[in-house]
């Protein structure tokens, strides 16, 4: 059964950093893509960033671009999101979320894993 935990989230002031993690149990694919994903009330889900385990390609989306990294430590099998020079507009629900694959994949439909979220929120 696969499982995973997110942590890191948190309260920051504008301009602040954090660093998030989620844990990944039971997800054994070689070839995979995991991605974070983040909704805020009364919109819709929407992809941050994704990582494909072939090659080491990313995606981001165009808000986040040089500001948050996602990457992971195979060993520990636990990806990351480093979140850097936040704003008011980046606080949400920051998901977790994975499935096996030959590519990027950057839709909330195309992932059938999901953690249970971290609240980020970055006051002004």
């Known amino acids: 059964q696969v499982q995973l935990v997110e942590s890191g989230g948190g309260s920051v002031q504008a301009g602040g950093s954090l660093r998030l993690s989620c844990a990944a149990s039971?997800?054994?694919?070689?070839?995979?893509?995991m991605s974070w994903f983040r909704q805020a009330p009364g919109k819709e889900r929407e992809a941050v960033a994704a990582?494909?385990?072939?090659?080491?390609?990313?995606y981001y989306a165009d808000s986040v671009k040089g500001r948050f990294t996602i990457d992971k430590d195979n060993a520990k099998n636990t990806l990351y999101l480093q979140m850097n020079s936040l704003k008011p507009e980046d606080t949400a629900m920051y998901y977790c979320?994975?499935?096996?694959?030959?590519?990027?994949?950057?839709?909330?439909?195309?992932?059938?894993?999901w953690g249970q979220g971290t609240q980020v929120t970055v006051s002004s």
């Open positions: 990582i494909y385990s072939g090659d080491g390609n990313t």
């Open positions: 039971g997800f054994t694919y070689r070839y995979n893509c």
């Open positions: 979320a994975a499935r096996p694959g030959f590519r990027l994949y950057y839709r909330a439909e195309d992932f059938g894993h």
